[in-house]
C-alpha cells in the first residue's frame, strides 16, 4: 500500500521537471492550473526522452540527474521562444451560471466514476499484465531501456518496437518507490483524466467563451471515463496517448498570431504522443500537416519554422528511437501485420461492420455520435474546426486502413477498435467549439 | 417564438450528452459495497479467471526460488489459456528463467520439458508432474528432480 502511493507520488517530479517551460511568462494566459498540468505533461515526455537518450549513451538511469538533465532541456526550449512582453492575465469571471456549473460536475462526477472503476479493478488492461508493467520492472531493474529483455524471442509477444515512454515513466516511478505497484498503475488512468480535466478548461479558454471551454471539457472527460471504462485502459498507455493528443489539439488551436510558445509547446506533446504508442505518430503527422496546410499563414507563420517547432520534437523522439532499436535490436521501425500496401479489400465492408459494433458497446456509441450530432445541428464556419475534424476523419480512414492486414480481423478489431478510435470522441468535441467565440453572442468578446 | 443561436443548440447538445455518458459511467460501476473494499488483484471485478490466476502466480512466486526455472499449465490443458498464463508468470515472478508451456496457443513441449517447477492452475492433475511443494484451492505448484 506504502509503496504504491509513493509509486503514485512519484509522479508529482513530472511537473517540477517541465515548470522551465511552462514558467515562461508567455503562458500565463493559460492560468495557473492549466500551465501546472501542462507543465506535467511536458516533464513527462522531457524526462522519459532523457531515460531513453542516457540508455543510448550507455548511462545507466539514476533519478537525481535525469530531472535536472530535462530541465537543462527545456529551459533551452525556452531560450526558443525568448523575451515577450507580458500577456494580458485570464480575466476573473463572472459567477459561474447553472449551465457552467452542470459542467464542473460532470467534469466531478466523471472523474469519480473513472477513480472508483480503478480503485474497483474493473477498468484494467490486460495489457498493463502482458506488456507494460513486464516492460517497466525489467527497465527498472536494468537501471536502462533493457534491449536484451526486448530481444527475448520468447518476449516478442511484449512487442519490442513500442515506444518507450510508458514503460520509463513506470521504471521510473518504480525505481524512486522501490518496487513496481500494479494497482497504483491503474491509477494512473484517473489521475491523468483528472489532470486533463484541470487543464482543458484553461486552454479552451484561450479561444472560445467560458461556458463553451466547460462544456467542451466536460464532454471531453465525460466520453473518456466512459471509454476507458468500457474498453478497460486503466494502466495500459491509451490514457497518456488521449491526454498528449487532447492537450496538443486544444494548445494548437490556441496558437496565437506568430507567436512561437503555443506551436513549441503543441510540438512537445505531439512529441509526447508519438512516444506514447504507435497510434500516435499517424495523429502528429495528420494534425500539424493539417494545422501547416490550413492555419499557419493565416496565423502569421512562415511555414518552414512553423513545421520545425511543431513536427521537430517528433522528429527527434522518433529518431531516438529508432537509432536505438537500429543500434540494439537490429530492427528499424514499428512492428507491422504485414506489408502495408498489400490490404485485403474484400474485407472493407465487414471491417467497417465490425469496428462500428465494437463502437456501439459504450454507450451505443455516444462518444462518437454526440458530437458528430453536435456538428451536424450547426456546421462551424470556421477553418479552426476543419483542423480537429479532417485529423479525425484521416485518422478514421487510417485505422481502418490498418484493420484490412494480417487476415481475419475480427478478433483484432474486438479488442482494439474501442480504445484506437478513442482519439476520435475529443477530436470532434474540440471541432465543435472551435470559432465559437465569435458565433456565440453571449460570449465576452474583451477575454483573450 | 425566440429562435436560439445555432452554436447555443451545440452547446447544449454536448451538454446534455456528457451528463448521458457520465451516468452511463456510474451506471457500469461496480456495486456500492464492492467499491469500499480494495481489490486484491487488478482484475478483481473486470476479469474473475484473471484475478484467480494472479493470486496463484503470486503465491507461486513465494515458493520458487530465485534463479529456478518455472512454467505454468492449467488442468484440463488448454494453449490458448496457457499462452496468456505465460505472460501473467512473467509479470508475477519475476527473477526466475519462466519458460512457456503455449504460446500463440500452440503446446511448446520442448521448451516446458527442460523446467524444474512446474505451477498447475486447476485441479490436482492426474498425472503428477514431480513432487507437490503447494497445493491450495487454485492450483498446486511441483519441483521435477534434477537429471
Redesign the interface.
Known amino acids: ?1 506504502r509503496s504504491g502511493f509513493l509509486w503514485l507520488l512519484s509522479f508529482l517530479i513530472f511537473p517540477l521537471a517541465g515548470w522551465p517551460l511552462l514558467g515562461h511568462p508567455i503562458y500565463r494566459r493559460l492560468g495557473f492550473v492549466s500551465r501546472l498540468m501542462l507543465s506535467g505533461a511536458v516533464g513527462c515526455i522531457a524526462v522519459t526522452t532523457a531515460m531513453t537518450v542516457s540508455t543510448v549513451f550507455h548511462f545507466s538511469w539514476q533519478p537525481a540527474l535525469l530531472v535536472p538533465a530535462s530541465m537543462v532541456i527545456l529551459i533551452g526550449a525556452r531560450l526558443l521562444i525568448g523575451l515577450t512582453p507580458d500577456p494580458p492575465r485570464p480575466r476573473r469571471g463572472d459567477r459561474f451560471r447553472y ?1 457552467e456549473w ?2 464542473l460536475s ?1 467534469i466531478f ?2 472523474s469519480c ?2 477513480t ?2 480503478a ?6 488492461s ?1 495489457d ?4 507494460w ?2 516492460k517497466a ?1 525489467a527497465f527498472a ?1 536494468a537501471r536502462g531501456v533493457d534491449a536484451a529483455y526486448l530481444s527475448d524471442p ?2 516478442r ?2 512487442h519490442f518496437s513500442y515506444p518507450p515512454l510508458v514503460p520509463n515513466a513506470y521504471a521510473l516511478a518504480t525505481l524512486l518507490a522501490g518496487r513496481f505497484s ?2 497504483a ?2 491509477m494512473t488512468f484517473p489521475l491523468l483524466l483528472v489532470a486533463l480535466g484541470l487543464a482543458l478548461p484553461g486552454i479552451f479558454r484561450g479561444w472560445c467563451s467560458r ?2 471551454a466547460l ?2 471539457s ?2 471531453v472527460i ?2 473518456l ?2 471509454i476507458g ?2 474498453y ?1 485502459i ?2 495500459n498507455a491509451d490514457i497518456f496517448l488521449l491526454t498528449f493528443e487532447v492537450l496538443a489539439i486544444a494548445v494548437l488551436l490556441g496558437t496565437e498570431r506568430g507567436g512561437k510558445a503555443s506551436l513549441l509547446l503543441s510540438g512537445i506533446l505531439f512529441a509526447g504522443a508519438a512516444s506514447a504508442k504507435v497510434e500516435g505518430l499517424p495523429f502528429v503527422v495528420a494534425a500539424g500537416l493539417l494545422f501547416l496546410l490550413l492555419l499557419a499563414s493565416r496565423r502569421g507563420f512562415r511555414r518552414p519554422a512553423a513545421a520545425a517547432l511543431l513536427l521537430g520534437p517528433t522528429a527527434i523522439v522518433v529518431a531516438i528511437w529508432f537509432f536505438f532499436e537500429k543500434s540494439r535490436l537490429g530492427v528499424l521501425g514499428y512492428e507491422s501485420y504485414g506489408p502495408f500496401l498489400e490490404a485485403d479489400w474484400r474485407s472493407s465492408g465487414r471491417v467497417v461492420w465490425m469496428t462500428a459494433r465494437a463502437l456501439a458497446s459504450a ?1 451505443v456509441g ?2 462518437w455520435m ?2 458528430v ?3 451536424a ?2 456546421v ?1 464556419r470556421k477553418r479552426e474546426a476543419l483542423v480537429p475534424v479532417l485529423t479525425a476523419f484521416v485518422l478514421t480512414v487510417f485505422f481502418l486502413f490498418t484493420y484490412l492486414h494480417g487476415g481475419d480481423p475480427s478478433l483484432l478489431i474486438s479488442w482494439s477498435a474501442g480504445r484506437i478510435f478513442a482519439v476520435i470522441s475529443p477530436l470532434l ?1 474540440v471541432a ?2 472551435a470559432g ?1 467565440k465569435s ?4 460570449v465576452e468578446a474583451a477575454d483573450p | 417564438m425566440t429562435r436560439f ?7 447544449f ?3 446534455v ?6 451516468l ?3 451506471r ?3 456495486p456500492f459495497r ?2 469500499l473494499h ?2 486484491a ?7 474473475p479467471a ?2 484467480a490466476a ?1 493470486l496463484f502466480l503470486q503465491t507461486a512466486e513465494r515458493v520458487i526460488p530465485p534463479g529456478e526455472t518455472a512454467t505454468v499449465m492449467t488442468e484440463p490443458r488448454d494453449a490458448a489459456r496457457e499462452s ?1 498464463l505465460f ?2 508468470s ?3 515472478i ?1 527473477g526466475r528463467r519462466l ?2 508451456s503455449a ?2 496457443s500452440v503446446f511448446t513441449p520442448e ?1 516446458s520439458a527442460e523446467v524444474r517447477y512446474v505451477i498447475v492452475l486447476g485441479p490436482r492433475p492426474a498425472t503428477e508432474p514431480g513432487s507437490l511443494v503447494h497445493a491450495d484451492p487454485l492450483g498446486t505448484v511441483w519441483r521435477r528432480e534434477r537429471r
Open positions: 500500500m449551465f452542470i459542467a460532470v462526477i466523471s466514476a473513472a472508483l472503476a480503485t474497483s479493478a474493473s477498468a484494467t490486460a498493463l499484465v502482458l506488456f508493467g513486464p520492472m531493474k520468447l518476449l509477444y511484449q500494479w494497482l498503475a491503474v461556458h463553451a462544456v467542451a466536460a464532454c465525460a466520453s471515463a466512459l471504462q468500457t478497460l486503466a494502466g454507450g455516444l462518444p454526440l458530437p450530432a453536435a456538428l445541428v450547426s462551424p468535441i465543435s467549439v465559437l458565433e456565440c453572442p453571449s | 443561436p445555432r452554436p447555443r443548440v451545440r452547446l447538445a454536448l451538454l450528452g456528457a451528463i448521458f455518458m457520465t452511463m459511467s456510474v457500469k460501476l461496480s464492492d467499491l480494495l481489490p488483484t487488478p482484475f478483481d471485478r473486470g476479469d484473471a484475478a494472479f496468456s505472460g501473467l512473467i509479470a508475477l519475476p519458460l512457456p504460446q500463440w521448451l
